[in-house]
C-alpha cells in the first residue's frame, strides 16, 4: 500500500513502542472476548447443580442454558448501533455492567425464572462484547499488524472458556461437589456465577482507561482528539495516510448506510447465505456442547464429578493451544485446506463418540457406566473433536466473516451472520438436554452428519481468499452460478 515507504519494516514489533501501545490496547480490549467465552460456558459446572435444586425437567434445563444465547443476538444486534452513537467505551461500559449484575444475580437466583433473567442480561452483555471489542481492535489497529491483533480475540474467547471451567472446577472442588455450601451458605455452583464479577469489574474499568476509537472520534467531527491518540499508534510518518484513510472509509460508509442485503437467493444475496451457513455449519456440529454441558455428560455416562470436571478443564486447554496453532497457520496454509481437514476430523470423531455411546451399560443401582474400552475412547474422541474444531473452524469462520463481504454491506452482513450464529447456538444448546436423554448415539450421529456436510459445502463453495487483499476477496464469489453482482 502506498505511504508506508517510510516506515521501517519493525515500527509495529514489540519492541516498538507502536507496537507496544496498539498490542497492549488490543489485549485490554480484548477482555470483552474473554468475558464472551467465561459467561457463556461457566454454566457447565453448574447444569445439574441447577436441575436438582429448582427440580427442573431437561426441557426447562436446556431452556435456562440456552436463554442467555438469544440475549447475545440482541446484544450483538443493538451493539454496532449504540457504539455508532455513544461511543465504544460507553457501550463497553454498559456490558461491563451487564455483565456483573447478571454475576450476581444468577448466584443469588431463587428461581428458575429470575435465573433465566439473569441469564439473558448477562446474553446481552456477551453480544454485545463479542461485537464492541473486535471493532476496537480493527479500529485502533495499525493496518500492518491488525490481522494479527484481530485472532486476539478469539483467543481471548478460548481463555475466557478454560478460566470458568477451571474456576467451576476449583469452586466444586473446595466444596467436595457443586451441590454443597461453600461459603456464607451458598453452594458452591452459585459461586460459579459470583466470581464473574471480578472480571466484569476489570472490564468496567478498562472501559475507564482505554482511550476513546479515533475512528468513532473522527465520525464525530473531533478530529484533534482522533489524531492525538493515533499519534500514539502510528509514526509521524504514516499518521496523515490512516488518517485520510480513514476519513475516506467513514464516507463510503455513510454513503452506503442505505444499501440492503436484498438479493435474489431467498431474497438475500448469494455471499449473505454463504456467511450464515458457515455460521450455521460451525454451531450445528455440537462444539458448545462440549463446552456448556460437558461435565454433565461426563458424569451422566459414568465418569465421577471430580473427574468430569478435571477433564472439562482438560478439553478448555487443548481449546486453547490449537487456537494457537490456527493462528500461525492461517495465512501460510490458506483457509480452504484447514477447514476441510478440520471437517474430516470432526466427522471422524463425532462418529466415533456416536459409536462409544451404543456401549454404556447401566448397573445394578441403575447408574449409566461406559466401561472400558470405550470411555477412554469416547473421552479420546472427544477431545480430538475439539483439537479438529479449535484449529480450524472455531477461529477461521470469524477470519472469513470479516473478510469475504464487500466493503458496502460488510457490518450489516456480519451482523445477520453472527446473529445467525448465535441462533444456531441456541438451538443446539436447547435441544441437547432432551436429545441426549433420549439417545447420546443419535445426538452425536446428527453432529457427524453436519461435520461431514459442512466438508461437502467447503469443497464446492468456498474459494480460497488466503493473501489476498480484502477488496478483491467478494469477486471470488460472485461468479460461481449466480448472476455476477455488476
Ligand atoms: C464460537 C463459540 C465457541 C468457541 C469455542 C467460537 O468461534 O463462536 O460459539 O464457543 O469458538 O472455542
Known sequence: MAGTGSIPADAFSLKSPYGRRAIGLSVAAAVGGFLFGFDSSVINGAVDSISQDFAINDVLTGFVVAIALLGCAVGAIVAGNLSDRWGRLRVMFLGAIMFFVSSLGAGLAFAVWDLALWRVIGGLGIGIASVVAPAYIAEIAPRQIRGGLASLQQLAITIGIFSALLSDALLAGAAGGADNVLWFGLEAWRWMFIVGVVPSAVYGILAFTLPESPRYLLAKGRTDEARAIFAQLVPPADLDHTIRDLQ??????????????????????????????????????????????????????????????????????????????????????????????????????????????????????????????????????ANVFVIGFGASWGPLVWVLLGEIFPSRIRGKALGVAAGAQWIANFLITISFPAMSSWSLPLTYGMYAVFAALSFVYVAWRIPETKGMDIEQTETLFTHRGAAPSS
Open 248 to 381: 475516506t472509509a467513514i464516507e463510503t460508509d455513510r454513503k452506503n448506510a442505505g444499501v440492503s442485503l436484498r438479493g435474489p437467493v431467498l431474497g438475500l444475496q448469494r455471499i449473505v447465505w454463504v456467511g450464515i451457513i458457515l455460521s450455521v455449519f460451525q454451531q450445528f456440529v455440537g462444539i458448545n456442547v462440549i463446552f456448556y454441558y460437558s461435565t454433565s455428560l461426563w458424569q451422566s455416562v459414568g465418569f465421577d464429578e471430580g473427574d468430569s470436571f478435571l477433564i472439562s478443564v482438560v478439553t478448555s486447554i487443548t481449546n486453547v493451544l490449537v487456537t494457537l496453532v490456527a493462528i500461525f497457520l492461517v495465512d501460510r496454509v490458506g483457509r480452504k485446506p484447514i477447514l476441510l481437514t478440520g471437517s474430516v476430523m470432526m466427522t471422524l470423531s463425532l462418529g466415533l463418540m456416536a459409536v462409544s455411546f451404543l456401549f454404556s451399560t447401566t448397573n445394578a443401582q441403575g447408574e449409566v457406566e461406559l466401561g472400558a474400552p470405550w470411555g477412554p475412547i469416547a473421552l479420546v474422541a
